[in-house]
């Protein structure tokens, strides 16, 4: 079970900031650099090293040891 202590926004993290997409995911994702002809961050899975895009208001879950 992971112990995640803290929900924020997407785009109120950091660049390289781990984070989790739901409280029960085992997935880490990286926040990388935003896209602005789709208005949406990238994000690196880290255990696949694809991408993913989501928005800046998207809800997730930090505050635990990766």
Same mark, same amino acid.
């Given at each position: 079970?992971?112990?995640?202590? #803290? +929900? %924020?926004?997407?785009?109120? !993290?950091?660049?390289?900031?781990?984070?989790?997409? =739901?409280?029960?995911?085992?997935?880490?994702?990286?926040?990388?650099?935003?896209?602005? #002809? +789709? %208005?949406?961050?990238?994000? !690196?899975?880290?255990?696949?090293?694809?991408?993913? =895009?989501?928005?800046?208001?998207?809800?997730?879950?930090?505050?635990?040891?990766?």
């Amino acid at each position: 079970m992971n112990d995640y202590t #803290e +929900i %924020k926004e997407l785009k109120d !993290l950091k660049r390289g900031d781990f984070f989790a997409i =739901n409280e029960n995911c085992s997935t880490v994702y990286t926040k990388d650099e935003y896209i602005r #002809e +789709i %208005k949406k961050y990238a994000c !690196l899975n880290n255990e696949t090293g694809n991408y993913v =895009n989501h928005k800046g208001n998207k809800k997730v879950y930090i505050g635990f040891t990766y």
